[in-house]
């Protein structure tokens, strides 16, 4: 414990050294640094700046938005961009266009608790302020002017011709070509004509700004289009700045994305509830009905479908729910056979038109038995299911999926892909797919939380990542191999469970009550649910008592002068749940046995 506890104390050390050398490099770089310099904490507060932030901003502003609201219209919404920027990839930069300059915000993460910021800007080669002075001169040479700034420049007439693209922005457009282009024809995605928005800036009705914008026959291609309206030669335009937002754009509509199967994934968890009742209670009355029915009744072959299809229904919706349920790991030892000859039935019905599944166990001419693994069985099913669909969605024109299992033993380590298997006996799955396969430079991050290779709305780059992790968690290894064109082959290393499986000690309580002799309260939200549960149990000579609720429930305990054998409860209910019911019900009657049943 001792050693333990120095290491720990040492790491802290370290990491705080750590963070003390970052910030001191950060003040060693900006105190001769001829731009205003800050250091601030998350909230933007100012906690270091330099010489020159002193000389041009005053050495009163304690937090930056002050100093940028002497220049930027909204500085809060542009420090928060900026910095939700700097949290993904450590570092962001903005250009604004100013009065007669170019203002450049800059932000770099220089510690976990601190920003470093770098406010710098520079006069166009030619004053727009000027410009509208100085009517001799021609509106080409604004072009010669613009050309040599190093950031994206362009200048729009009023009726959205564009009069001006300097070299950062016809390479940023066009990879350096010059070309003739209006304003509707370059950008789209505001909602409204983005004529409009040009025409107003240029009128003078709107103050300009940023809006973020699509670049016109590439939906994947977004920039941030800054506007400000200037004179010259008594004409009136709009300079336009330009920045690259593709990566933050995808980054928003990944998140927007992840946010809205959250949602879907807890609406289905509600669903499910609601369906497995009314499960329960079709199940339950075909069971009462067999009851009464013998084998040689006519209508014993009805019930027994009915309730063999009830039970196929229930296995179903676990199975969906694969896809929705943020489910913790439940091992247990699992033979991968049965599992697949099960789930093969799901899959089935996921494909579509000319693509076929097939199922092979590989290993048997040879007389080797699959190991059994030890895994959550419902996880494990959704990596199949996800494997599965990746493979469907690669094969547009048709073709087959083969799914392979097959023992393997490793005599050697296997070191692919900065993993190593070791030695030893595993079972391994393949998912075998002939679709268009994957390029060597996506392969390293298929893996990665968001990535997709899929187009905007048809995928959110969260199954192979969550697949990477359930096989990770399951003490197994995923690795991938594909060749453009001709398909992939996704396997899947499980290590095969050596140990014993040791069956769950449960202990039985008996209650004392005889058949006939006892008396029941039933706690049961769902009607049908309640109704069935209360027959099975007078069926077999209890007296039972009905509560809807856990409120009514209480209430009828409240009557001193009744006596209850036995408490039975859902465990989800609006309201008092059950498991709160049942500490409610022990505080006023101690010695009550209480059962849970849920569906």
Not at 322 to 333: D, G, H, I, W, Y
Not at 458 to 483: H, N, R, W
Not at 564 to 588: I, Q
Request: net charge negative; glycine share 8%.
């Amino acid at each position: 414990m001792l050693t333990v506890a120095l290491g720990l104390a040492l790491l802290a050390i370290v990491d705080r050294y750590r963070v003390e050398t970052e910030s001191l490099r950060a003040l060693v770089l900006m105190a001769d640094d001829p731009a205003a310099c800050f250091i601030t904490d998350p909230a933007g507060r100012v906690i270091q700046r330099n010489q020159s932030a002193e000389d041009r901003f005053g050495e009163d502003v304690r937090a930056l938005h002050d100093a940028l609201g002497q220049h930027v219209l909204n500085p809060g919404e542009l420090m928060l961009r900026l910095q939700s920027q700097a949290d993904l990839w450590g570092a962001a930069r903005e250009d604004i266009a100013g009065h007669g300059a170019i203002l450049r915000v800059t932000v770099h993460r220089a510690s976990d608790t601190k920003c470093f910021w770098r406010v710098d800007d520079f006069a166009m080669p030619e004053d727009l302020a000027a410009l509208a002075e100085r009517a001799e001169r021609p509106v080409e040479a604004t072009g010669a002017d613009l050309e040599d700034v190093p950031v994206a420049i362009m200048t729009f007439g009023p009726d959205g011709v564009m009069r001006v693209a300097n070299h950062t922005a016809r390479e940023l457009m066009w990879q350096g070509e010059i070309r003739a282009a209006m304003f509707h024809d370059l950008f789209e995605g505001l909602g409204r004509p983005v004529s409009e928005w040009l025409a107003d800036v240029v009128a003078g009705r709107h103050p300009g700004g940023s809006e973020v914008l699509r670049v016109r026959g590439n939906e994947e291609r977004f920039l941030q289009i800054t506007l400000r309206r200037y004179v010259e030669n008594g004409r009136p335009g709009a300079l336009a700045i330009l920045n690259d937002a593709t990566r933050l754009k995808t980054m928003e509509a990944q998140f927007a994305q992840s946010q809205k199967m959250q949602a879907i994934g807890q609406l289905a968890g509600g669903i499910a509830h609601d369906f497995n009742n009314l499960l329960t209670a079709i199940s339950g009355h075909c069971d009462l009905l067999l009851l009464r029915h013998g084998r040689e009744d006519s209508d014993f072959a009805d019930l027994e479908q009915i309730r063999q299809n009830a039970n196929r229904a229930a296995s179903l919706v676990g199975q969906l729910l694969a896809f929705s349920r943020k489910q913790t790991l439940n091992p247990e030892v699992i033979d991968l056979e049965d599992i697949l000859a099960d789930l093969t039935h799901l899959l089935n019905r996921l494909m579509v038109d000319k693509v076929e599944l097939s199922l092979g166990h590989l290993g048997r001419e040879s007389g080797k038995e699959l190991g059994k693994v030890r895994a959550d069985k419902r996880q494990i099913e959704q990596v199949l299911i996800n494997l599965v669909v990746n493979a469907r969605d690669a094969m547009p024109d048709g073709g087959d999926i083969r799914i392979e299992t097959e023992p393997v033993t490793l005599a050697d380590d296997l070191k692919r892909d900065r993993a190593t298997v070791p030695a030893g006996d595993y079972t391994v799955i393949r998912v075998v797919d002939h679709g268009v396969g994957i390029p060597d430079h996506q392969l390293r991050q298929i893996f990665e939380p968001f990535f997709t290779t899929k187009r905007i709305g048809e995928g959110t780059g969260l199954g192979l990542s969550m697949a990477y992790g359930i096989v990770k968690q399951s003490g197994g290894y995923i690795f991938v191999d594909s060749i453009v064109g001709e398909g992939t082959v996704f396997s899947l290393y499980f290590p095969v469970f050596e140990g014993e499986e040791q069956a769950p000690v449960v202990e039985v309580k008996r209650v004392a009550a005889k058949q006939g002799e006892g008396v029941v309260l039933l706690v049961e939200d769902e009607a049908s649910v309640r109704a069935f549960a209360s027959r099975a149990l007078a069926l077999r000579g209890y007296t039972v008592l009905e509560a809807a609720s856990a409120e009514e429930a209480l209430a009828r305990l409240e009557d001193r002068t009744l006596h209850v054998d036995l408490f039975v409860t859902d465990v989800v209910m609006p309201g008092l749940d059950g498991r709160a019911l049942a500490d409610r019900v022990r505080e006023s009657h101690p010695g009550l046995p209480v059962l849970f049943i849920s569906s």
